[in-house]
């Protein structure tokens, strides 16, 4: 089990921006990692990926152009920087990690093997 822990969620208004941190224990292996999101009374939704070695990033038709999703090896943190943030971002965000090879990420909750607890953000308008 990889240990994961988010953090930097909070409440902003509309327009505002929040960087959430994810920081997770140093393994073996080459890993992707992505974020997802909660709603009251909605499924888990993806947001953005970034595959095992950091070469490629995806993200999520909602938020693209105005999240972005970054990993710094050095920190074993991985970040998800929010701008122009909207009511409808409101949501717990996770992040997830799994193994697998250079180049490859992930867009579904299935794929990933190891959660973190999630961290509140609420956008008000």
């Known amino acids: 089990q990889v240990h994961m822990v988010e953090s930097g969620g909070g409440s902003v208004q509309a327009g505002g921006s929040l960087r959430l941190s994810c920081t997770y224990a140093?393994?073996?292996?080459?890993?992707?990692m992505g974020w997802f999101r909660q709603a009251p009374g909605k499924e888990r939704e993806f947001v953005a990926a970034i595959s095992g070695g950091g070469t490629k990033t995806n993200h999520a038709e909602s938020v693209k152009g105005r999240f972005t999703i970054s990993r710094d090896g050095a920190k074993n943190t991985l970040y998800l920087q929010m701008s122009s943030l909207k009511p409808e971002d409101t949501a717990i965000y996770y992040c997830?990690?799994?193994?697998?090879?250079?180049?490859?990420?992930?867009?579904?909750?299935?794929?990933?093997?190891?959660w973190g607890q999630g961290t509140q953000v609420t956008v008000s308008s």
């Open positions: 997830a990690s799994r193994q697998t090879v250079t180049g490859v990420y992930y867009t579904t909750n299935s794929a990933y093997q190891h």
């Open positions: 140093r393994t073996d292996g080459i890993w992707a």
